[in-house]
């Protein structure tokens, strides 16, 4: 059974950092498409990055809002079936649940292009 369990989380002053992890098991990782979306209070769920492997090397594939770009980048360990979320420059507006989730390719910035979810991981930036 796939399992895909998201932390790192935390509460954090605008224009700081945060690293988020997401451990998957109970699939083969490297094929697959991960992706993190985030949910605001009152808001719908939001795409903010997503990762595949090329099938060429160690060339991987990624892609991310326009909101996050050049603040956020997404990278994966698949030794150790982890990808992550890294998030510099945090603004208020970057505060959200976010989701890990996976997927077969392509990448997709859809959310029934995925099948398995995280159960979320909480990230407030205060101003």
């Known amino acids: 059974q796939v399992q895909l369990v998201e932390s790192g989380g935390g509460l954090v002053q605008a224009g700081g950092s945060l690293r988020l992890s997401c451990a998957a098991s109970?699939?083969?990782?490297?094929?697959?498409?991960m992706v993190w979306f985030r949910q605001a209070p009152g808001k719908e769920r939001e795409f903010v990055a997503v990762?595949?492997?090329?099938?060429?090397?160690?060339?991987?594939?990624?892609d991310y809002a326009d909101s996050v770009k050049g603040r956020f980048t997404i990278s994966r360990d698949n030794a150790k079936n982890t990808v992550y979320l890294q998030m510099n420059s945090l603004k208020p507006e970057d505060t959200a649940v976010y989701y890990c989730?996976?997927?077969?390719?392509?990448?997709?910035?859809?959310?029934?292009?995925?099948?398995?979810w995280g159960q979320g991981t909480q990230v407030t930036v205060s101003s």
């Open positions: 989730a996976s997927g077969p390719p392509p990448i997709s910035t859809i959310q029934a292009k995925y099948d398995y």
């Open positions: 109970g699939r083969t990782f490297i094929s697959y498409a």
């Open positions: 990762t595949r492997w090329s099938g060429a090397g160690s060339v991987y594939y990624a």
